[in-house]
């Protein structure tokens, strides 16, 4: 935390909103640590996506990984490290999509690309098109957000839902009422740069839509879902707020609030990261088991 504090938070220094310099590091390909894993590029439709499958991981269970990035930054290419963890310790591949980003492609957009992702990814394996024995739907910050976005178009569109999702330091307000905006100093990102994250995805579009914030969203009937967010960040309250949501709409509902920890930090290679890792593989294959 004390190495994370000594550069400003992005979007911290007055209005300094660099969209350019944020879309460059997000986008930059990182490959996994792992030389053994694969990393297969493929598209759905034109949208761009990569699965990555560790040794050993089951290609009919798949796990469809929604990258961060505001909404308006982030790739598939720069997540391939985070998803060759999730590959090995979950035993299953995991899909990258390039959904479209803000604000050439406003809301819903992203939404809509995230979906179509989904229902491939149930039909088309990383050796083909074969069925997906078994799904789960994750991403972190604005792929938190469409992770649970998601699920609730899946939901109303009664198509056949994962069984279960993941949501990690889920942005899930875009009306900017949670309280740790204002009482966190994220040492990650800066709560200064919502605005500007929001005003370029939304477009104007009404902020209290539950498939742009889903804190307002109703969860009945939506599977288990596991939130996990740092105590240090900006957007803890938005992962507290939409998980008392969902549990009070009848959800199952997994809450873990990491001590000491910070804006995705599941990425940052801490001893906590492994572990959140792990916790998310154990809460994966207990949704085998109730099955």
């Not at 742009?212 to 969203?217: H, L, Q, R, T, W």
Request: glycine share 10%.
């Amino acid at each position: 935390m004390r190495e994370l504090r000594k550069h400003p938070a992005f979007g911290a220094v007055g209005n300094d909103f660099n969209l350019g310099a944020l879309r460059q590091g997000m986008g930059m390909r990182q490959e996994p640590a792992d030389k053994n894993v694969r990393c297969l590029r493929t598209r759905v439709g034109d949208m761009p996506c990569e699965w990555v499958v560790a040794p050993g991981a089951d290609a009919e269970l798949r796990l469809l990984y929604l990258h961060g990035g505001g909404f308006v930054s982030g790739s598939g290419a720069n997540y391939l490290p985070l998803g060759a963890l999730l590959s090995a310790a979950a035993q299953c591949a995991v899909l990258l999509p390039d959904y479209r980003l803000a604000p050439e492609h406003r809301f819903p957009a992203a939404v809509e690309d995230c979906v179509r992702a989904y229902e491939w990814m149930m039909a088309h394996g990383p050796l083909g098109q074969t069925s997906a024995r078994a799904a789960f739907v994750a991403g972190d910050s604005a792929g938190g957000n469409l992770t649970l976005a998601t699920l609730l178009v899946l939901r109303d569109r009664r198509r056949p839902l994962p069984l279960a999702g993941i949501a990690l330091s889920a942005c899930t307000d875009l009306t900017l009422s949670s309280e740790s905006l204002r009482t966190e100093e994220d040492p990650i990102c800066s709560a200064r740069a919502m605005p500007f994250f929001a005003d370029l995805y939304l477009g104007g579009a009404d902020p209290r839509n539950p498939l742009a914030s889903p804190v307002f969203g109703d969860y009945t009937g939506i599977p288990p879902l596991l939130v996990q967010v740092g105590e240090h960040e900006m957007l803890r309250d938005d992962s507290i707020r939409v998980a008392a949501k969902a549990r009070a709409d009848g959800a199952d509902v997994k809450l873990e609030v990491w001590p000491g920890q910070v804006h995705v930090f599941q990425i940052r290679g801490l001893p906590e990261s492994q572990q959140a890792i792990e916790s998310i593989a154990d809460f994966m294959r207990a949704s085998l088991a109730r099955r």
